[in-house]
Nanobody, 121 residues
Framework: HVQLVESGGGSVQAGGSLKLSCAVS????????FGWFREAPAKEREGVAL???????TYADSVKGRFAISRDTSNNTVYLQMDNLRPEDSAMYYC????????????????WGQGTQVTVS
């Protein structure tokens, strides 16, 4: 199955930016959805952003206007640009992938990487 490796997390002050990267082991962009979900202590897993195989983008309401998901098919990488970060964005962020379905959420995808920590103070 597809393997995913995240990078780019770190610690930033509120209002700052980070860009997460997800290296994908094989070219599956024409059939898979790719997304990001996050997990924080005492909180439910939250699907943050998703890019469908046709390029359609969806976002959680909590990040709309601040986060942007994109993909670079030439180097098999998915990105999450995060701007205007807030303390409540602090979480472990996971890149995820799976066969697409119409109302897919990143939180439902079954392949994911090891995660990268984002801390906003």
């Amino acid at each position: 199955h597809v393997q995913l490796v995240e990078s780019g997390g770190g610690s930033v002050q509120a209002g700052g930016s980070l860009k997460l990267s997800c290296a994908v082991s094989e070219y599956t962009f024409t059939s898979y959805c790719f997304g990001w979900f996050r997990e924080a202590p005492a909180k439910e897993r939250e699907g943050v952003a998703l890019i469908h195989n046709d390029g359609t983008l969806t976002y959680a309401d909590s990040v709309k206007g601040r986060f942007a998901i994109s993909r670079d098919t030439s180097n098999n990488t998915v990105y999450l640009q995060m701007d205007n970060l807030r303390p409540e964005d602090s979480a472990m962020y996971y890149c995820a992938a799976d066969w697409c379905w119409p109302d897919a959420s990143a939180a439902d995808l079954t392949n994911w990487g090891q995660g990268t920590q984002v801390t906003v103070s």
